[in-house]
């Protein structure tokens, strides 16, 4: 069944199975790899990316619940949040293996977009949906303070 | 030190550039490998491009713990390179060129990354700093000793200059030293520094390639339903259902189950929920964990075999004033990598090459070799990026790269993206091993302890693997590494192994033994200081023996940094622990509150001597990760086997991992003993479950016996 989806701007025809979630039509068929699978279940964030500027988690959204929104991936997050968020993450050398990282950046860029200035809780209660595995939480922490920090600048 | 040179020019001029391979003679046994026909290889560490970047070749899979950043800058600072021209790659598995000199395969565990490189990759940078140089000379008609190198410029004595990539090419007519100078470690500039990890940018804006992001022409993706039981097999399979999903091209019985194969993820997804199998489980393991834990009890109880004593041990407990004895029970745990194994081959005729996380190189390129029938030079195995390992990529048995030659095999030549869900994952086995300690310990009137036992039962994991030869007369370290060698000088001592025998397929799990020996050690010392009425920290400094100078400098160290005056009072209690893994020693302080009655960590403060800190920022990452992973599981991992031999737990909603809430403020200070570079990717996590419950007992006065604690009952 073909669907129309705009994907970082571009709204493009795919043929799927409109049950299909999301993630696999950014990954399979888009060819947008940046967005991860890591349980299929919402369980650990892997796979988020943001529709209407929400972040959401890809691996349980069938892909036609989402026609007709505007679905950002790592691949284009934009803006000045996204850029303090990802020029911190670098400094800080937050990630290790790296497989969650592109989820937790999403995650990361929408909570300073919708609260430029989080308390410590704030950023615990919108980083709590994504698993880092290799337990970098201590550098995400600090890097979303150091993110918010540039913004107030 | 043998200099390898490329003599073919047709591989140089399709690379360009200067490449250079150093192979060192060979310690233990790979030394036959290293010699020979590799020689004209064209594999190598180091490749400068006209373009003045510099590429290091990296021998060990970077899942995480640093390992391009950590061996690029070891080269770069041989070579006076600038950190921003340096670039790494996955080195191919060549076994001759790549050999981890621990092992004698290419491969990397037992936190033995940096260790096994640090002179090699240090000889490689400087080799390739003095051809380069002796290429100026002989542009600019100096002599080469005129000639400095600063921040990737060479500089002449009359002021000419060039970069590495300008005489990138006619370095290639330089005479390889045999035996190139090395730094003073007092001159180093990028070493000891913090460095931007080379992966950082890539793992930040979603560009770095891991192998699920490999997609090739005409690729179909093949999911895999694995039996319920470990030991089960496939008796019949009804596929009509699964080949009616649209997108599903085939199903085939493979040895370790069925494989759907799609056009896409989800229809091979959809594929693999609609077969319809019948299982032969008559070879199955059908006991529960419990019941495996209580036969595992009952031996650790016994005799068992012993593998360390010293003392009269039997007078010590006959003499005692007191005694405590304590039974510690540790599950079946799985690794869970974030990143599902997962790999792609792309199979031809009479070749195949295949991507993954090959964590043990040398194993899996022969195992795919074995299964495709094709000769092993036929076939190119490319190292990825892997999504975390904590040892689950490091599998002797190569389960894993057999199973995607089979799914190739089945089908036929093509392109295949083998991809395991979560419940593959956390139901496919290869856990860290179920154990039970059981120790007894003896004071004297004084409240010194005069006798230590501990006794040890578990699955070997080594014993019947390609690693078995590491086995020393019948016994496997990796069992019960930590309880034996401890610092700690006992009047008489007695440590033991029973080895356990089950159909749970088991593998070393990051810091292996050390996962629960440090656990039950330090908890159990802790409580007969306690005891004996001794300060925890102060009491194991007198235990303490004098050959452990390195033990007792990280201790020290850390009740300095938390300011220790004993576990306190209050709402928030401290707890210690000491524990050398790998070569490294580190000492933690764990503080703890009760939140609603369960242990909640606020603080950790911790000091690592891993010697020569080359990446020091890694090292803090390390162990700050160490210490998440080491709390997560304590906290809330096990495996359960249900009675009948299945696995409960299926993915992070049953198997769940810490979150950024669960979080405690860390502090590291490295203790830097000047000694070699030792490993830090698994000595972070064995000493922070029992700071932790020992900070625990000091709330509620009694340590966890059982873990994780949640099923304690905490």
Redesign the interface.
């Given at each position: 069944m073909s669907l129309s989806l705009t994907v970082n701007g571009t709204t493009r025809e795919v043929d799927v199975d409109p049950a299909t979630p999301l993630l696999w039509v950014i990954r399979d068929e888009l060819r947008l790899t940046g967005t991860k699978f890591g349980c299929g279940i919402a369980q650990c964030g892997a796979c988020t990316v943001m529709v209407n500027g929400q972040p959401t988690r890809s691996c349980v959204t069938p892909v036609d619940t989402v026609t007709g929104t505007n679905i950002t991936t790592i691949e284009a997050v934009e803006g000045p949040e996204a850029e303090a968020v990802q020029a911190a993450w670098v400094e800080l050398n937050v990630p290790q293996c790296g497989y969650c990282q592109s989820g937790q950046v999403v995650s990361a860029t929408a909570l300073l977009q919708a609260i430029p200035k989080p308390t410590d809780q704030e950023i615990d209660d919108a980083m709590a949906g994504n698993v880092c595995r290799c337990a970098t939480y201590a550098r995400i922490r600090s890097a979303i303070r150091q993110a918010s920090d540039t913004l107030e600048g | 030190m043998t200099l390898i040179k490329p003599t073919r020019r047709a591989f140089l001029a399709s690379t360009a550039g200067l490449v250079i391979a150093v192979a060192l003679p060979q310690a233990r046994r790979a030394a036959a490998q290293a010699q020979g026909e590799q020689n004209f290889a064209p594999d190598a560490f180091i490749r400068i491009a006209p373009d003045n970047t510099v590429t290091v070749l990296i021998k060990h899979l970077e899942?995480?713990?640093?390992a391009n950043t950590g061996l690029a800058s070891v080269v770069a600072e041989e070579l006076d390179a600038d950190w921003a021209q340096m670039r790494a790659e996955s080195a191919p598995a060549n076994t001759a060129l790549y050999t981890n000199f621990a092992f004698g395969i290419q491969g990397v565990g037992g936190s033995t990354g940096m260790a096994n490189s640090y002179m090699q990759m240090r000889k490689a940078g400087a080799a390739a700093r003095a051809m380069l140089v002796e290429a100026a000379a002989r542009d600019w008609g100096v002599d080469a000793s005129a000639i400095t190198v600063e921040a990737g410029t060479l500089t002449g004595p009359d002021g000419q200059t060039g970069t590495f990539g300008d005489f990138a090419e006619a370095a290639l007519d330089s005479e390889v030293p045999a035996d190139p100078a090395l730094k003073d470690p007092s001159e180093f500039k990028l070493i000891g520094q913090?460095l931007?990890?080379l992966?950082?940018?890539?793992?930040?804006?979603?560009?770095?390639?891991?192998t699920?992001?490999i997609?090739l022409d005409g690729m179909e993706?093949v999911a895999v339903l694995h039996p319920p039981k470990f030991g089960a097999t496939v008796a019949s399979v009804n596929d009509a259902a699964a080949l009616e999903v649209?997108?599903v091209t085939r199903v085939a019985q493979i040895p370790t189950g069925v494989a759907v194969y799609g056009t896409?993820?989800?229809?091979a997804?959809q594929g693999r929920d609609a077969l319809e199998v019948e299982w032969d489980e008559s070879g199955a393991e059908t006991r529960s964990s419990a019941e495996m834990a209580q036969v595992w009890a009952e031996a650790a109880r016994g005799e068992a075999r012993e593998v360390e004593a010293s003392g009269d041990i039997k007078a010590a407990f006959a003499d005692a004033a007191t005694t405590h004895e304590a039974e510690f029970v540790f599950p079946f745990l799985a690794h869970?990598?974030?990143?599902?194994l997962d790999g792609v081959i792309q199979l031809g005729d009479g070749e195949a090459e295949v991507w993954m996380g090959s964590q043990l190189q040398t194993v899996d390129h022969g195992t795919l070799a074995g299964v495709l029938q094709i000769d092993q030079a036929n076939v190119a195995l490319n190292t990825m990026?892997?999504?975390?390992?904590?040892g689950r990529r490091a599998t002797p048995a190569s389960h894993f790269a057999a199973e995607l030659a089979n799914v190739a095999s089945a089908a036929g030549p093509g392109a295949y993206k083998l991809?395991w869900?979560?419940e593959n994952d956390i139901r496919g086995g290869y856990y860290r091993p179920l154990t039970v300690h059981h120790l007894r310990g003896a004071l004297d009137a004084d409240g010194k302890i005069t006798g230590w036992q501990n006794t040890i039962a578990n699955q070997s994991i080594i014993a019947g693997s390609p690693f078995e030869q590491m086995m020393q007369d019948g016994l496997d370290p990796t069992s019960y590494e930590g309880s034996t060698n401890m610092p700690y000088d006992w009047p008489a001592h007695r440590v033991s192994w029973a080895r356990m025998e089950s159909g749970v397929p088991v593998l070393w799990w990051r810091a292996v033994g050390h996962t629960h020996t440090a656990y039950s050690t330090e908890t159990f010392l802790d409580e007969l200081l306690e005891m004996g009425g001794q300060d925890q920290v102060q009491g194991r400094l007198d235990l303490i023996s004098a050959e452990a100078g390195r033990d007792r400098a990280v201790l020290e160290r850390v009740a300095d940094m938390a300011g220790w005056s004993g576990p306190g009072t209050g709402d928030r209690r401290m707890g210690v622990a000491l524990h050398e893994s790998f070569g490294s020693y580190v000492a933690m302080i764990a503080e703890v509150e009760d939140r609603d009655g369960h242990p909640f960590t606020t603080k950790v403060w911790c000091a690592v001597d891993c010697g020569f800190a080359v990446n020091p920022?890694?090292v803090i990452?390390q162990m700050?990760?160490?210490?998440?992973?080491g709390?997560?599981t304590t906290l809330y991992n096990e495996i359960t086997i249900e009675q009948g031999g299945r696995v409960r737990q299926s993915?992070?909603?049953q198997y769940r991992?810490?979150?950024?809430?669960?979080?405690p403020?860390?502090e590291v200070a490295i203790v830097n003993s000047q000694n070699d570079p030792s490993g830090v990717g698994e000595p972070g996590v064995p000493p922070i479950a029992p700071a932790m419950a020992n900070a625990w007992r000091s709330l509620t006065g009694a340590t966890p016996r059982r873990l994780p604690l949640q099923d304690a009952g905490v």
């Open positions: - | 899942m995480g713990q640093g913090k931007t990890r992966d950082s940018p890539g793992k930040t804006d979603g560009t770095s390639e891991f699920i992001d997609y993706t649209p997108g896409n993820t989800y229809a997804f869970a990598p974030l990143e599902p990026y892997a999504g975390g390992s904590f991809l869900t979560r920022d890694v990452s700050e990760g160490g210490i998440g992973f709390l997560g993915n992070f909603d991992m810490i979150r950024i809430y669960d979080m403020q860390i």
